[in-house]
DNA sequence: TCGGTAATTCTATTAATATAGAATTATGGA
DNA sequence: TCCATAATTCTATATTAATAGAATTACCGA
């Protein structure tokens, strides 16, 4: 597999982490994830989380920048969804960082709930 | 352990994202991870990485207010090393929502080793 | 206590980002 | 074609972030 992490792949996953790096994204993200893999109307967006169209706008814009988020137009609405190749990606970035080029985090405590101690 | 996150916990882990949403702070944090546990002086990281001391000084105090880093006095010398419990718990939060709260990302797709594994 | 190295804090500047009202564009139905 | 709705783009502002030289603080050995 890939030797070693280009500057241009560490300097996009970087422009990942920072568009998802506001609260107002963050949430964004974890709405269409929770209606993935249909996604949702801008409008529902807006209205779920409370945020004037202009500036969800660009948050969306922002997330599509980086491939975080898909969409496609249905009629007079624009339906956006999370892209989970991007988040495929990412996570597996941020797992090889600490767990496989490095033994920071032991694989077996993600997933665990809760910080009850391991073997 | 209660399954739903806090408003605080999701603002938490943007701040982290976005602490890792530079290029500069991603090369620190992986850096860092390559020589973890011992973590690095802050004069080896700033000659490795080519970043000014007062530069490099704010994006470690960057990193440091989000718990991504952890640092100890040694003498003269400021060591710093990856929190990998933090480091651990935005990787779990990520994995949460990608792969078990929903099933937009296939955990086994995650760790790319090839394709010898899954149904 | 002095001198030297390490790192931070001070100060300043520049660049980016977040926010949101107003205007515009896009779409489809009557 | 005209209207209503959806969403973006325009415009403006305020806040925050990134950068880095200069000054300061911290530590230690001689």
Do not use: W
Request: include cysteine; proline fraction near 3%; charged fraction near 30%.
């Amino acid at each position: 597999m890939g030797a070693q992490q280009s500057a241009e792949q560490i300097s996009r996953f970087a422009d990942m982490f920072s568009a998802m790096g506001t609260d107002a994204r963050l949430r964004i993200m974890r709405l269409l994830l929770s209606a993935h893999p249909d996604g949702m109307v801008v409008s529902e967006i807006g209205a779920e989380l409370d945020i004037p169209a202009s500036t969800l706008s660009h948050h969306l814009e922002k997330l599509k920048h980086e491939e975080l988020v898909r969409v496609r137009r249905e009629g007079t609405y624009l339906r956006y969804s999370a892209n989970a190749d991007a988040l495929r990606e990412l996570l597996a970035f941020l797992y090889a960082e600490c767990c496989t080029r490095n033994k920071a985090v032991q694989p077996e405590r993600i997933v665990r709930f809760g910080k009850e101690r391991g073997p």
